[in-house]
């Protein structure tokens, strides 16, 4: 192949969302896809246009969000790393680079996205950041029990920001799992697709019951398009885009991710 032919790159991105806006685009401030194809312009030489896997909102964190371009055949991946290195702002970095195969996609091409909310109880300076520290106690059983519930396919409209573009809001959950770390746990969540704020919404409900205040009940009525109210809705702290599974390129599962199937469609 001709080294100038461009091709499809794909590379997977870790960033603390603290500093960005989310990752998409806005007149408002510095997002994540901003800060990439700013240094991807400085270090390709030429207007580099990038489309990520997921659109994490402001706040929001991740390990393995997985973005492709378009480029040469004959850029050098350890050089283009080396440049984004020093390129990219704090809080963000490109973990890998490499081609991709023709009509890959970073989104449409994903099977799945995995999630981990991490929720803290006391804090530690030493601990990681992007963590969750709950003011008020609440039954980490509970909590297990309420996110369980979530598991298989379900009408979400009621777990999200309200959307008139007529798409429907069917997701289907592989794993809703919440683990015991110590001092707090860690919510794992394994879909298909997530509507706009929709772990944030789940995490909110769990904790509503875990505090006593919403049972199963509740759940029933909010996915029969109900409206229950009030509702707590968990804050971008915690929330980090683990990993995005696709055919041929998925990362090993993370360290303390729960059990759970990848191709069971409920």
Request: some cysteine.
């Amino acid at each position: 192949m001709d080294d100038s032919t461009d091709i499809l790159w794909r590379m997977r991105v870790a960033y603390l969302g603290t500093p960005f806006l989310g990752w998409q685009r806005q007149e408002q401030g510095l997002t994540v896809q901003e800060a990439l194809e700013s240094a991807l312009a400085i270090a390709l030489r030429r207007s580099t246009p990038c489309m990520a896997a997921g659109r994490t909102d402001t706040g929001v964190h991740a390990s393995g969000q997985v973005v492709h371009f378009s480029a040469s055949a004959g850029i050098e991946p350890a050089r283009v790393l080396k440049s984004l290195d020093a390129l990219l702002p704090p809080g963000a970095a490109v973990r890998d680079l490499e081609p991709a195969g023709e009509g890959f996609s970073a989104r449409h091409s994903a099977r799945w996205r995995e999630y981990c909310y991490r929720i803290r109880m006391r804090r530690d300076p030493l601990a990681v950041p992007n963590i969750w520290l709950a003011r008020r106690r609440f039954d980490p059983t509970l909590l297990a029990e309420a996110l369980s519930w979530f598991e298989g396919r379900h009408d979400f409209a009621r777990f999200c920001i309200p959307r008139d573009d007529g798409k429907h809001t069917l997701c289907t959950l592989m794993l809703a799992r919440a683990v015991e770390v110590p001092d707090g746990v860690d919510l794992w969540i394994r879909g298909d697709r997530f509507l706009h704020r929709m772990v944030r919404s789940i995490v909110g409900f769990c904790m509503d019951v875990a505090k006593g205040s919403l049972g199963r009940e509740h759940l029933d009525l909010l996915l029969a398009g109900e409206r229950v109210d009030p509702r707590f809705w968990a804050p971008p702290d915690g929330l980090t885009l683990e990993r995005v599974g696709y055919d041929d390129w998925t990362e090993p599962e993370r360290p303390g991710c729960p059990p759970g199937s990848y191709d069971r469609l409920v």
